[in-house]
């Protein structure tokens, strides 16, 4: 079964950080292009990173700079390190895997993880 | 940054009926647009790819059509499963966009 399992969400402080993961099973996860995509809570879908099979990396305007996406093949994982973490960030993250040939729609889903940033 | 416009907000509907969504993009984004849909609770499920290609196990009910600025998802007869917010997303453009979503409610 293909499936993805995010970890690593959690409460945190303003300035704080945080580091997410996503463990993929049931298909050669090092074919495939990978995303985060977050989500405030009743409010809508924003894209926040892509990692592709390469490891070429791509990001929103609003998190360059403080996140940084990562993969390791060896460990069907891509993790997403958030730095300086603000209000604006809490959201339930999800991870997402590619279409194959890097269609880059988001084909498979994980369940997400919680992230809420405050005093 | 491409803006993805869905159209309307909210949707009321009954089971049976055939719902036609709208999502308008500020350029063109070719045939470069997706549409999912997403339950309370639950992580989106990708629906239509390429402006009109279903993706795998979804029912022929589901009809994606549109290129260039105007897009539209028809879900003909609607099943009680259906009602859900569903949402568009180009990968014409870095960075990727979504729409804000429409709402498909029960009437």
């Known amino acids: 079964e293909v499936q993805l399992v995010e970890s690593g969400g959690g409460l945190v402080q303003p300035g704080g950080a945080l580091r997410l993961a996503c463990v993929a099973s049931?298909?050669?996860?090092?074919?495939?292009?990978m995303h985060w995509v977050r989500q405030v809570p009743g409010k809508g879908l924003e894209w926040v990173s892509t990692?592709?099979?390469?490891?070429?990396?791509f990001y929103a305007a609003s998190v360059k700079g403080r996140f940084t996406i990562s993969r390791e093949n060896g460990k069907k994982s891509f993790y997403l390190q958030m730095n300086s973490l603000r209000a604006g960030d809490t959201a339930v993250y999800y991870c997402?895997?590619?279409?194959?040939?890097?269609?880059?729609?988001?084909?498979?889903w994980g369940q997400g993880t919680m992230v809420a940033v405050t005093s | 940054e491409i803006v993805l416009t869905q159209s309307p907000a909210t949707l009321s509907l009954s089971p049976g009926d055939r719902a036609t969504l709208s999502c308008r993009a500020s350029?063109?984004?070719?045939?470069?647009l997706a549409w999912y849909q997403q339950k309370p609770g639950q992580a989106p499920r990708l629906l239509i790819y390429?402006?009109?290609n279903r993706a795998t196990g979804i029912p022929t009910r589901f009809t994606g059509s549109g290129s260039g600025t105007d897009f539209t998802l028809t879900i003909n007869t609607l099943e009680p499963e259906d009602f859900a917010t569903y949402y568009c997303?180009?990968?014409?453009?870095?960075?990727?966009?979504f729409g804000q979503g429409t709402r498909l409610e029960v009437k």
């Open positions: 997303q180009q990968r014409s453009h870095w960075p990727l966009t």
């Open positions: 350029q063109s984004v070719s045939s470069y």
């Open positions: 390429d402006a009109s």
């Open positions: 049931g298909f050669t996860f090092s074919s495939y292009d």
């Open positions: 990692v592709d099979s390469s490891g070429k990396t």
């Open positions: 997402a895997r590619d279409q194959p040939l890097s269609a880059i729609y988001f084909d498979v």
